[in-house]
């Protein structure tokens, strides 16, 4: 069965400073990934997504993330952290073809201080 | 950018009650789903829906679901009788019909049930 772990429940950063959050996946097949963002009252917004080629991808708002596939992670990073990047960060794998659903890993809160 | 929307933001309901919860979702897109997020958990998928019928549902969607799509705009999640662990915020979702499944998935802002 696929999984999504995301092992940091919350983190804080400086405005400024750069960000990883972490994502480990567990999948039969190959995987398509994607990372969300969820603002405080919001929906989930795609950040980024990838299923070939390049094995860095950039998205929305200056993010990034790479997939590795030796390690199975697809880690999110930005180099420097706004204040309004404060959210709740999904990550997420899925099949490519068929009609199957998405699978969440529990979310990371990300807090900015000044 | 188009946008899913979901109605209302918050419901409230007493535990036995039946709810509703209302999307609509953009227009051109063919492929519904809702997912839910209990407090402090991962969100969850609960069901999929195309061409007017359900096409996966996960285990949390028994007999106490149904879903409906009642007049080609709006897509509706019942719950016949509620029960406190049904308190959750819950997403509706829709893509278009494309080849690449998950192309995009597109969420509304969720509504959030909390049962007393």
């Known amino acids: 069965a696929q999984s999504v772990t995301q092992p940091d429940i919350h983190i804080t950063v400086s405005e400024g400073a750069s960000l990883e959050l972490r994502c480990n996946y567990s999948?039969?097949?190959?995987?398509?990934l994607f990372w969300y963002v969820q603002s405080p009252g919001q929906g989930l917004q795609l950040l980024l997504k990838?299923?070939?080629?390049?094995?860095l991808v950039q998205g929305i708002k200056g993010f990034e993330a790479e997939f590795k596939r030796s390690q199975s992670s697809f880690n999110l990073r930005k180099p420097s952290v706004h204040w309004s990047d404060a959210a709740e960060y999904f990550c997420?794998?899925?099949?490519?073809?068929?009609?199957?659903?998405?699978?969440f890993g529990t979310g990371t809160r990300l807090t900015i201080i000044p | 950018e188009p946008e899913v929307t979901q109605t209302p933001s918050h419901q409230v309901t007493q535990m036995g009650q039946e709810v509703i919860l209302r999307c609509v979702p953009i227009?051109?897109?063919?492929?519904f789903y809702w997912y839910r997020q209990i407090l402090g958990q991962k969100v969850e998928f609960l069901v999929s829906?195309?061409?007017?019928?359900?096409?996966?549902k996960s285990e949390i969607f028994d007999d106490q679901f149904s879903v409906e799509r009642p007049d080609g705009s709006n897509f509706t999640l019942k719950i016949r009788s509620t029960k406190l662990e049904d308190s959750a915020m819950y997403f509706c979702?829709?893509?278009?019909?494309?080849?690449?499944?998950?192309?995009?998935?597109?969420f509304g802002s969720g509504t959030q049930l909390s049962v007393l």
């Open positions: 979702a829709s893509r278009q019909d494309s080849a690449l499944t998950n192309e995009k998935l597109f």
């Open positions: 999948y039969g097949a190959t995987p398509y």
């Open positions: 990838y299923f070939s080629g390049d094995t």
């Open positions: 997420a794998v899925g099949a490519l073809f068929g009609n199957e659903k998405l699978t």
């Open positions: 227009s051109n897109h063919l492929y």
């Open positions: 829906f195309y061409n007017n019928e359900i096409s996966e």
